[in-house]
């Protein structure tokens, strides 16, 4: 699996990008990378991308595993809202599982079926219309992956970017 995060302290944001084949152990790897990390602040929001998953791995005991996680970083996940990509049903399924194992938690999470939804649900109608203007004005063509309902684009393992308080949040989603 390849796990891209990336944090930008401007928009209060965070993006987790999924490709290939996903298991449990991959995924709580991603969670550590994301709410360890010093720039991420329990304010924030997150964006888990999964629209790269193409194969998802996880059985019963691991999707406990991933709960137990998230649960153990309630206080680190904080008062930000988390939304899920997936392009597959079984993807969203399974974050709609994981979520429901997870009746202690006050957080506000969405499963979505595209980006687009995703952005208009954290950032509401203007933060996502600008971010989609801004992303559309990039000259080479990269802001056509963010709207692409495929395959999200991907960052070599584990890596975490944080990104100044002025960066373009197309910068994002096309690197």
């Known amino acids: 699996m390849s796990a891209g995060v ?3 302290p401007g928009y209060k944001l965070a993006l987790v ?3 290939g084949p996903v298991d449990d152990v991959s995924l709580l790897q991603a969670l ?5 990390d010093d720039a991420w ?3 924030y929001d997150v964006i888990w991308d999964g629209r790269g998953i193409d194969k998802l791995v996880v059985d019963p005991r691991g999707s406990r595993r991933i709960a137990q996680r998230v649960q153990d970083y309630a206080s680190r996940i904080g008062t930000g809202r988390t939304a899920i990509v997936g392009h597959r049903q079984m993807d969203r399924e399974f974050a709609e ?3 429901a194992r997870l009746r202690c938690l006050s957080h506000r999470y969405k499963v979505c079926a595209s980006i687009d939804t995703a952005l208009l649900w954290i950032k509401g109608v203007e933060g996502a219309l600008r971010w989609k203007m801004q992303a ?3 000259p080479d063509g990269t802001a056509s992956q963010f709207s692409s ?6 960052r070599p393992p584990s890596t975490v ?5 002025t960066a373009d949040p197309h910068a994002v989603l096309n690197p």
Do not use: G, N
């Open 161 to 165: 970017q944080r990104r100044p308080e």
């Open 149 to 154: 309902p495929s395959k999200a684009p991907t």
């Open 17 to 19: 990008e999924l490709s």
């Open 97 to 99: 599982m994981v979520f």
């Open 32 to 36: 550590d990378s994301v709410y360890l």
């Open 6 to 8: 990336t944090i930008i």
């Open 136 to 138: 559309s004005a990039v």
């Open 41 to 43: 602040h329990p304010s």
